[in-house]
């Protein structure tokens, strides 16, 4: 199995530096390299989530734009493993027309994050506006107070 085409994200795990990246010329096609239909798949396959935190919640927020709320599913697996999923459906065609380029990307798109251990899954809000999904996952207070850090010093 591939360790860069995963799609749980997890803050542990070795995708976090991809030696090859998008320099890799001769992977440029898996990775949303130049032209044809697989990379408008690509497009919504990889769709971009940033995720953040505060002292009091983790926020993601996805950029789905042209997608609608109704074609967006937010779900929790295994208690501990948000997953982001959603489909932008092709318009209906318009019998007679001629099409000369077609660039908006479609199809369905499905990322998941491995949760950390202070995440209150019971509690997640969301909300989508002008096609940014915002999910915020609220920390459990008792969790962070439990965490137990000792410094090692360094000889």
Do not use: Y
Not at 18 to 33: E, H, K, N, Q, T
Not at 46 to 75: L, Q, Y
């Amino acid at each position: 199995m591939d360790p860069f085409s995963s799609d749980l994200w997890d803050p542990f795990s070795s995708d976090l530096w991809d030696p090859f990246g998008a320099s890799w010329p001769l992977d440029a096609g898996r990775r949303g390299g130049e032209g044809g239909s697989r990379d408008d798949a690509t497009a919504m396959a990889r769709t971009n989530i940033d995720w953040h935190e505060n002292d009091k919640e983790h926020i993601f927020s996805a950029e789905i734009p042209g997608v609608r709320k109704e074609h967006v599913k937010v779900e929790v697996e295994d208690g501990n493993v948000l997953k982001i999923s959603g489909e932008k459906t092709r318009e209906e065609e318009h019998k007679g027309d001629a099409w000369n380029r077609v660039e908006r990307s479609f199809g369905s798109f499905m990322r998941r994050f491995r949760l950390p251990e202070n995440a209150k899954a019971d509690g997640i809000r969301c909300t989508m506006q002008d096609g940014v999904l915002r999910v915020v996952v609220p920390k459990d207070e008792q969790a962070q107070k439990q965490r137990n850090v000792r410094s090692i010093d360094i000889a």
